[in-house]
């Protein structure tokens, strides 16, 4: 192999003084290898209980990091959570029920009616068929069970494999005691623990491990300059790219991180055989999923890998005419030459493909990426989003907790050793950091580097601490024996004065990061318990007496549907519950969390918008029979359809300009009492939110049509439905579905709608603007 | 309790007395008529003796008839109304407005005849139903150029009017060649409805004003705004006949002839016992009255019907259409019955063509696009039952198995490749073991 010749780059792996070739030949026996040279005597046995305590540490992190995510089923049930999860579920369910060809080619006709969706080509097909493949195997060795426990324990048991994966990450980056820091890190980090709670059935629940996976077998690949490893990473590659769309994320820091050794000059074979095999390979792979298809080498996401990977060709092109051109003078010429011809012929392609539409540009997702303002100016539907809103400070606390202290100590010790391998770690570190900054959802992606850089830190910093406190005990054997008494060792040892004050420092900057270290374990476990545990689809609250009260009303209103609509019924509601009403509902939706079509969705926002009358017709036209309003007036809800309202507003004006976001407010504040402006009372949404609301008294003390989740009382008590019929409203109101009528026997259109008189002239009452509050309001992802 | 042993009896009855229009047997045979006084029953015998020699049985009630009433545990008593009773301010027993409008709603028919003096009542009735009497109660409709002659000079409001609708299925294929005689009150047809039609309307130089008084203010009718006879065909195809006039149903008017001012042809006798029969056929279901069954479809060569097509798929359409004869269902035989491949928009909009046997066909292709498509027929001609047949079909892509495997044009990229292989094979091979 080439790589065997090159020499390795940067700083030898620390501890273990071998070369990367060596470890080429075994790897396995170097994995066994303790770094700790001083206990040469003791060696065979340290060894084996050296290992014996690393693989039962790996064990115990194993079973916590599953253990940890168990919340949620031991306090509700066990129960699919949010609103992908019941797509992911339904699909899961249709794999396993008529196999991999039907699932494959599945053309649902019940949700984006009626346009309908082609399911096999437009989703990530990994995680389902990582669960299906689950659920066969334990049906193989005999163990019935439905497929709905395996669709909750998936992300678990990922996060599990993630403890591994981390594991063995750090030990390539830094020594084993960081991979197994690493691992009891990222076991219980509340920021992945969001996404891979018991119940979180959703892509990212198996893509953070195959995103780390990649990295560590990229990361392995390029140490190892092995063709074995490169493979296996595009293996990884291709199952990251299966299970979730922020494969992109992959393929660029990979491209990126080549240019960057490229530029610091530590460009080796290893790195030409790893990127080069991977990169066609994982590129070949990807393209055998549908989804991306013949993206990986049209759009302009996936430009940059391709361009790095001509520039490596360049790049060993120049190296072997380097070497067969004894002349300098003249290779300086060449190099002119040719560098400029490449980067020529390489921008003329780039823009020919372009220019002609070949290379399609980057998509709006990705420039919100690079521009947080991107989204919010131009494409509502994304910002639209809570998960996509950019992070607070607050959450970056929340989720990291000391992690966020412990990053940029970990950075300090990459770069103190830099190698092939920290490089990459300090990069993936920082990319992903920046983006975890521009969209809350994306602190995922960054967990796993933060996790990793502050395990180096702490398992530094401890082992730097640990070995001045024994290189003491060394001198002062007694001390050993009887503990860390320090002052007892103080006294003994006068050889030099600064090593007691160094001992004690020592113990006591260790005490203090075990009290760090347990405090962030507290933290993670309240986390888990109090804030990512509630599946959402069940609400509880706490009662006046502090008892949990259960709200139930979603189930309620998809099981009302389920059993008392026609089964070709199709249900109108904002896309935030299209998942779950074709899931637990079973009836046709118009959109749903797929988001593909903007107009269709716009269409739906104009409607909720319109008058009663305008948005008949429009549901007339889309053959719409029920209306699906969730409203959080009675019990306090505050992610309700009202404070999702402007979001219908802006993405309906987005595509059909008679709807005018200033209509909808008052002095650009937006409000639903007395004050509230004409159109907002009088508009789809309001009048079936409110409908019969003005009669009800919520509170005590407050009068009738009081809107607890606003706080204010409604402006319209008196609502009068014309087109539609109130079918059902669940017990504590949060789901109201109405009927549309069919049209008037005896008349072509009902008489022609006036504005309440009453609506415009009233006096201006109460100024509680929630506008601040309705960015965090929907709650699904898209894609 | 002498009254059990006869309920007892009735029981096997029950199914008899139950049977109510049925789309199988349209014609409506238990006919409601509210009169104003029981003299009408002799005066207007002609109409009602046509109605009976069809089959109708005839319940006549006066309309303040405490024990009236048009359904009873759920079930309608009756399958048609006539109001005969323009003067009636409200209606005996357990009828009223609601309940007419609920009679029509369930799709049965309706004759309403009002006059001048007409009571809210029968003006809200017919304000439902997408009619505007005049507002003024004296009003009638006065023509001073197309009334009809009679001995005495008169006021004008006597009027012999042949503008008819241009309909065979409304009024027969029997052309009508006298005028219609018409005295009454005018109306006008609501704008905001479009089912509404005039059958009968008035000359341009009418205009609806009380003649007994000076004209003092330009009438609010006028001109052939003024319907003088209208129907209406609900969606649920519940047939309503609204009159101005009552008297045209009379056998005074049905008996006595006509002449119409500046003609000279005197005829025998009016039209309007032609022109009243005519359109009570239409009315109760007797002409004009479509059924659409056996809907089906299917890809060319196969004859299940499939749950879904796929794109570019060859299909066949069919319908069976017939036409009520009064007696029995007959072919329907027509050349403009198209049928939709929809979805949002018309994909596909095509001519069926007919065995003359009531079958209807066509076969057509899938076009290229996926989705829930709908196969749409909306017939809707003037007087026939509105057909409105929709049927959902989702259209589906091609499986991955059902694209071409080799195509000829990809030729020269399977050489490319393979010989790609080939080529490093043995570059492999040179390179290794040559040296």
């Given at each position: 192999m080439v790589g065997k010749a090159e020499p390795v780059n940067g700083s030898v792996k620390s501890g273990s003084n071998q070369s990367i070739p060596a470890a080429m030949q075994s790897p396995l026996k170097k994995s066994d290898l303790i770094p700790n040279l001083s206990l040469k005597t003791l060696k065979l046995k340290t060894k084996?209980?050296?290992?014996?305590?690393?693989?039962?540490?790996?064990?115990?992190?194993?079973?916590?990091?599953?253990?940890?995510?168990?919340?949620?089923?031991?306090?509700?049930?066990?129960?699919?959570?949010?609103?992908?999860?019941?797509?992911?579920?339904?699909?899961?369910?249709?794999?396993?029920?008529?196999?991999?060809?039907?699932?494959?080619?599945?053309?649902?006709?019940?949700?984006?009616?009626?346009?309908?969706?082609?399911?096999?080509?437009?989703?990530?097909?990994g995680l389902m068929v990582t669960a299906a493949i689950i659920y066969w195997l334990l049906r193989f060795l005999r163990f019935a069970i439905h497929i709905r426990e395996v669709c909750v324990l998936t992300a678990p048991f990922f996060a599990s494999n993630t403890t591994l994966v981390a594991y063995f990450f750090g030990k390539e980056v830094w020594d084993s005691g960081a991979g197994l820091v690493a691992a009891a890190l990222i076991a219980i980090c509340p920021g992945y623990i969001?996404?891979?709670?018991?119940?979180?059935?959703?892509?990212?629940?198996?893509?953070?491990?195959?995103?780390?996976?990649?990295?560590?077998?990229?990361?392995?690949?390029?140490?190892?300059?092995?063709?074995?490893?490169?493979?296996?990473s595009a293996f990884g590659y291709f199952y990251m790219?299966?299970?979730?769309?922020?494969?992109?994320?992959?393929?660029?820091?990979?491209?990126?991180?080549?240019?960057?050794?490229?530029?610091?000059?530590?460009?080796?074979?290893r790195l030409y055989v790893a990127y080069n095999s991977m990169y066609v390979l994982g590129m070949l792979l990807a393209m055998q999923i549908r989804f991306v298809g013949f993206q990986h080498v049209q759009s302009g996401e996936h430009m940059a890998a391709m361009g790095v990977f001509f520039l490596l060709q360049v790049f060993f092109f120049l190296d072997w005419v380097k070497h067969l051109l004894s002349d300098t003078k003249l290779f300086q010429a060449f190099l002119r030459i040719t560098v400029t011809t490449a980067i020529a012929v390489g921008a003329i392609a780039l823009g020919v493909g372009t220019a002609s539409g070949y290379i399609s540009p980057w998509t709006g997702r990705f420039y919100s990426l690079l521009d947080p303002t991107y989204a919010k100016d131009h494409i509502p539907i994304i910002a639209s989003v809570s998960e996509h809103q950019p992070t607070a400070w607050s959450s970056f606390m929340f989720d990291f907790h000391i992690l966020l202290f412990l990053f940029p100590a970990g950075l300090y010790f990459c770069f103190k050793r830099l190698s092939d391998a920290t490089i990459f770690i300090v990069m993936y570190g920082l990319t992903s950091i920046y983006f975890a900054g521009v969209m809350v959802r994306l602190i995922l992606v960054a967990t796993p580097a933060v996790c990793l850089i502050s395990a180096i830190a702490v398992s530094a910093t401890i082992k730097n601490l640990t070995l001045v406190a024994r290189a003491k005990n060394k001198v002062t054997q007694t001390g050993f024996v009887r503990g860390s008494s320090s002052l007892k060792g103080s006294s003994k040892a006068s050889l030099d004065q600064s090593q007691p004050f160094q001992r004690n420092g020592a113990i006591a900057l260790l005490l203090g990061a075990f009290y760090l270290l347990s405090k962030y374990a507290t933290h993670c476990t309240w986390v888990t318990s109090e804030a990512y545990s509630s599946p959402s689809i069940v609400l509880a609250a706490r009662g006046a007496h502090g008892n949990r009260v259960i709200f139930d009303d979603y189930r309620e209103a998809y099981f009302w549907l389920r059993k008392n609509t026609p089964p070709d019924a199709k249900v109108m509601s904002w896309w935030d519950y299209g998942y779950q009403i074709t899931a637990m509902g079973n009836r046709t939706v118009i959109v749903d969390n797929n988001t593909w079509n903007n107009t269709h969705i716009a269409t739906v926002g104009r409607a909720m918008s319109s008058y009663e009358n305008e948005a008949y017709e429009i549901m007339r036209s889309l053959d719409v029979d029920y209306v699906l309003v969730v409203f959080g007036g009675v019990t306090g809800y505050s992610s309700d359809d009202i404070n999702k309202f402007l979001w219908m507003v802006r993405i309906g004006g987005g595509v059909f300009p008679v709807i005018k976001e200033p209509?909808?407010?008052?002095?650009?504040?937006?409000?639903?009492?007395?004050?509230?402006?004409?159109?907002?009372?009088?508009?789809?949404?309001?009048?079936?939110?409110?409908?019969?609301?003005?009669?009800?008294?919520?509170?005590?003390?407050?009068?009738?049509?009081?809107?607890?989740?606003?706080?204010v009382e409604i402006g319209n008590k008196d609502i009068k439905l014309e087109y539609l019929e109130e079918a059902f409203t669940t017990s504590n109101w949060i789901v109201r579905i109405y009927k549309v009528k069919p049209p008037n026997n005896r008349w072509e259109r009902c008489s022609i709608f006036t504005l309440g008189p009453h609506c415009a002239a009233l006096p201006f009452s109460g100024n509680v603007s929630w506008l601040g509050r309705i960015n965090f309001s929907t709650n699904a992802g898209i894609g | 309790m002498p009254k059990l042993p006869l309920f007892l009896i009735l029981i096997p009855f029950l199914p008899f007395l139950c049977t109510s229009f049925s789309p199988e047997n349209p014609s409506s045979r238990r006919v409601l008529v509210l009169l104003d006084d029981l003299a009408l029953k002799s005066s207007h015998s002609v109409y009602f003796k046509s109605l009976q020699s069809r089959g109708f049985e005839l319940d006549f009630k006066?309309?303040?008839?405490?024990k009236i009433g048009l359904q009873r545990y759920g079930q309608y008593l009756y399958d048609g109304l006539i109001l005969f009773c323009p003067t009636t301010d409200r209606f005996g027993g357990s009828i009223d407005l609601a309940a007419i409008l609920d009679f029509v709603d369930s799709g049965h028919d309706l004759i309403i005849a009002a006059d001048n003096n007409a009571s809210d009542l029968i003006r809200e009735i017919a304000t439902e139903c997408g009619v505007d009497f005049d507002e003024d109660p004296a009003a009638m409709v006065i023509d001073h150029t197309s009334y009809a002659v009679s001995e005495t000079e008169g006021d004008h409001t006597l009027i012999?009017?042949?503008?008819?609708?241009?309909?065979?299925?409304?009024?027969?294929?029997?052309?009508i060649e006298a005028p219609v005689l018409f005295q009454g009150i005018g109306h006008s047809l609501s704008p905001a409805n479009s089912l509404v039609l005039k059958v009968l309307s008035a000359s341009p130089s009418a205009y609806s004003a009380n003649p007994k008084s000076k004209l003092s203010n330009p009438p609010s009718l006028t001109g052939s705004a003024i319907s003088l006879v209208s129907i209406l065909q609900a969606r649920n195809n519940a047939r309503i006949l609204i009159s101005g006039s009552l008297v045209m149903f009379s056998n005074r008017f049905f008996r006595s002839g006509v002449q119409k001012a500046g003609t000279l042809t005197k005829h025998e006798k009016s039209s309007n016992e032609q022109f009243l029969t005519e359109l009570s056929k239409w009315v109760f279901h007797e002409r004009g009255h479509l059924k659409a069954v056996n809907v089906q479809h299917h890809k060319d060569g196969e004859a299940d019907e499939p749950s879904m097509y796929r794109i570019n798929d060859d299909l066949v359409y069919s319908v069976e259409i017939y036409e009520w004869s009064g007696r029995s269902w007959e072919p329907y035989v027509a050349d403009d019955v198209q049928v939709q491949f929809y979805m949002m928009s018309p994909y596909v909009l095509k001519n069926l063509s007919t065995d003359k046997k009531g079958r209807y066909f066509t076969a057509f292709k899938v076009p290229d696009v996926y989705g829930v498509f709908q196969f749409k027929v909306e017939y809707q001609r003037l007087g026939y039952t509105s057909l409105s047949l929709s049927k959902q079909i989702p259209v589906r892509p091609y499986r991955h198995n059902e694209y071409e495997r080799f195509i000829p044009a990809a030729y020269p990229y399977y050489g490319a490749a393979f010989s790609m292989m080939a080529g490093f094979f043995i570059f492999t091979a040179v390179h290794l073991y040559n040296k």
């Amino acid at each position: 192999m080439v790589g065997k010749a090159e020499p390795v780059n940067g700083s030898v792996k620390s501890g273990s003084n071998q070369s990367i070739p060596a470890a080429m030949q075994s790897p396995l026996k170097k994995s066994d290898l303790i770094p700790n040279l001083s206990l040469k005597t003791l060696k065979l046995k340290t060894k084996q209980q050296e290992l014996l305590i690393r693989v039962s540490i790996l064990c115990l992190v194993y079973v916590l990091a599953f253990i940890t995510r168990l919340f949620s089923v031991l306090r509700y049930e066990s129960m699919i959570h949010e609103f992908d999860p019941y797509f992911n579920y339904r699909t899961t369910l249709f794999l396993t029920e008529k196999g991999f060809y039907e699932f494959w080619n599945w053309f649902d006709s019940e949700s984006w009616y009626p346009l309908g969706r082609i399911i096999g080509g437009t989703l990530y097909p990994g995680l389902m068929v990582t669960a299906a493949i689950i659920y066969w195997l334990l049906r193989f060795l005999r163990f019935a069970i439905h497929i709905r426990e395996v669709c909750v324990l998936t992300a678990p048991f990922f996060a599990s494999n993630t403890t591994l994966v981390a594991y063995f990450f750090g030990k390539e980056v830094w020594d084993s005691g960081a991979g197994l820091v690493a691992a009891a890190l990222i076991a219980i980090c509340p920021g992945y623990i969001s996404r891979s709670v018991a119940g979180s059935y959703d892509n990212e629940g198996v893509a953070i491990f195959a995103l780390l996976l990649t990295f560590y077998l990229f990361v392995k690949a390029v140490n190892t300059g092995s063709l074995a490893w490169a493979l296996a990473s595009a293996f990884g590659y291709f199952y990251m790219v299966s299970a979730w769309g922020g494969y992109v994320f992959i393929i660029n820091l990979i491209p990126l991180y080549v240019l960057v050794l490229l530029i610091t000059g530590r460009y080796s074979m290893r790195l030409y055989v790893a990127y080069n095999s991977m990169y066609v390979l994982g590129m070949l792979l990807a393209m055998q999923i549908r989804f991306v298809g013949f993206q990986h080498v049209q759009s302009g996401e996936h430009m940059a890998a391709m361009g790095v990977f001509f520039l490596l060709q360049v790049f060993f092109f120049l190296d072997w005419v380097k070497h067969l051109l004894s002349d300098t003078k003249l290779f300086q010429a060449f190099l002119r030459i040719t560098v400029t011809t490449a980067i020529a012929v390489g921008a003329i392609a780039l823009g020919v493909g372009t220019a002609s539409g070949y290379i399609s540009p980057w998509t709006g997702r990705f420039y919100s990426l690079l521009d947080p303002t991107y989204a919010k100016d131009h494409i509502p539907i994304i910002a639209s989003v809570s998960e996509h809103q950019p992070t607070a400070w607050s959450s970056f606390m929340f989720d990291f907790h000391i992690l966020l202290f412990l990053f940029p100590a970990g950075l300090y010790f990459c770069f103190k050793r830099l190698s092939d391998a920290t490089i990459f770690i300090v990069m993936y570190g920082l990319t992903s950091i920046y983006f975890a900054g521009v969209m809350v959802r994306l602190i995922l992606v960054a967990t796993p580097a933060v996790c990793l850089i502050s395990a180096i830190a702490v398992s530094a910093t401890i082992k730097n601490l640990t070995l001045v406190a024994r290189a003491k005990n060394k001198v002062t054997q007694t001390g050993f024996v009887r503990g860390s008494s320090s002052l007892k060792g103080s006294s003994k040892a006068s050889l030099d004065q600064s090593q007691p004050f160094q001992r004690n420092g020592a113990i006591a900057l260790l005490l203090g990061a075990f009290y760090l270290l347990s405090k962030y374990a507290t933290h993670c476990t309240w986390v888990t318990s109090e804030a990512y545990s509630s599946p959402s689809i069940v609400l509880a609250a706490r009662g006046a007496h502090g008892n949990r009260v259960i709200f139930d009303d979603y189930r309620e209103a998809y099981f009302w549907l389920r059993k008392n609509t026609p089964p070709d019924a199709k249900v109108m509601s904002w896309w935030d519950y299209g998942y779950q009403i074709t899931a637990m509902g079973n009836r046709t939706v118009i959109v749903d969390n797929n988001t593909w079509n903007n107009t269709h969705i716009a269409t739906v926002g104009r409607a909720m918008s319109s008058y009663e009358n305008e948005a008949y017709e429009i549901m007339r036209s889309l053959d719409v029979d029920y209306v699906l309003v969730v409203f959080g007036g009675v019990t306090g809800y505050s992610s309700d359809d009202i404070n999702k309202f402007l979001w219908m507003v802006r993405i309906g004006g987005g595509v059909f300009p008679v709807i005018k976001e200033p209509d909808y407010l008052v002095n650009g504040e937006y409000r639903v009492d007395k004050g509230a402006a004409p159109k907002m009372l009088n508009c789809l949404m309001y009048k079936l939110s409110y409908y019969r609301f003005g009669e009800l008294t919520t509170e005590y003390g407050k009068p009738p049509g009081y809107d607890r989740a606003r706080g204010v009382e409604i402006g319209n008590k008196d609502i009068k439905l014309e087109y539609l019929e109130e079918a059902f409203t669940t017990s504590n109101w949060i789901v109201r579905i109405y009927k549309v009528k069919p049209p008037n026997n005896r008349w072509e259109r009902c008489s022609i709608f006036t504005l309440g008189p009453h609506c415009a002239a009233l006096p201006f009452s109460g100024n509680v603007s929630w506008l601040g509050r309705i960015n965090f309001s929907t709650n699904a992802g898209i894609g | 309790m002498p009254k059990l042993p006869l309920f007892l009896i009735l029981i096997p009855f029950l199914p008899f007395l139950c049977t109510s229009f049925s789309p199988e047997n349209p014609s409506s045979r238990r006919v409601l008529v509210l009169l104003d006084d029981l003299a009408l029953k002799s005066s207007h015998s002609v109409y009602f003796k046509s109605l009976q020699s069809r089959g109708f049985e005839l319940d006549f009630k006066l309309a303040d008839d405490p024990k009236i009433g048009l359904q009873r545990y759920g079930q309608y008593l009756y399958d048609g109304l006539i109001l005969f009773c323009p003067t009636t301010d409200r209606f005996g027993g357990s009828i009223d407005l609601a309940a007419i409008l609920d009679f029509v709603d369930s799709g049965h028919d309706l004759i309403i005849a009002a006059d001048n003096n007409a009571s809210d009542l029968i003006r809200e009735i017919a304000t439902e139903c997408g009619v505007d009497f005049d507002e003024d109660p004296a009003a009638m409709v006065i023509d001073h150029t197309s009334y009809a002659v009679s001995e005495t000079e008169g006021d004008h409001t006597l009027i012999a009017s042949d503008d008819f609708i241009k309909s065979n299925v409304l009024l027969g294929s029997e052309k009508i060649e006298a005028p219609v005689l018409f005295q009454g009150i005018g109306h006008s047809l609501s704008p905001a409805n479009s089912l509404v039609l005039k059958v009968l309307s008035a000359s341009p130089s009418a205009y609806s004003a009380n003649p007994k008084s000076k004209l003092s203010n330009p009438p609010s009718l006028t001109g052939s705004a003024i319907s003088l006879v209208s129907i209406l065909q609900a969606r649920n195809n519940a047939r309503i006949l609204i009159s101005g006039s009552l008297v045209m149903f009379s056998n005074r008017f049905f008996r006595s002839g006509v002449q119409k001012a500046g003609t000279l042809t005197k005829h025998e006798k009016s039209s309007n016992e032609q022109f009243l029969t005519e359109l009570s056929k239409w009315v109760f279901h007797e002409r004009g009255h479509l059924k659409a069954v056996n809907v089906q479809h299917h890809k060319d060569g196969e004859a299940d019907e499939p749950s879904m097509y796929r794109i570019n798929d060859d299909l066949v359409y069919s319908v069976e259409i017939y036409e009520w004869s009064g007696r029995s269902w007959e072919p329907y035989v027509a050349d403009d019955v198209q049928v939709q491949f929809y979805m949002m928009s018309p994909y596909v909009l095509k001519n069926l063509s007919t065995d003359k046997k009531g079958r209807y066909f066509t076969a057509f292709k899938v076009p290229d696009v996926y989705g829930v498509f709908q196969f749409k027929v909306e017939y809707q001609r003037l007087g026939y039952t509105s057909l409105s047949l929709s049927k959902q079909i989702p259209v589906r892509p091609y499986r991955h198995n059902e694209y071409e495997r080799f195509i000829p044009a990809a030729y020269p990229y399977y050489g490319a490749a393979f010989s790609m292989m080939a080529g490093f094979f043995i570059f492999t091979a040179v390179h290794l073991y040559n040296k």
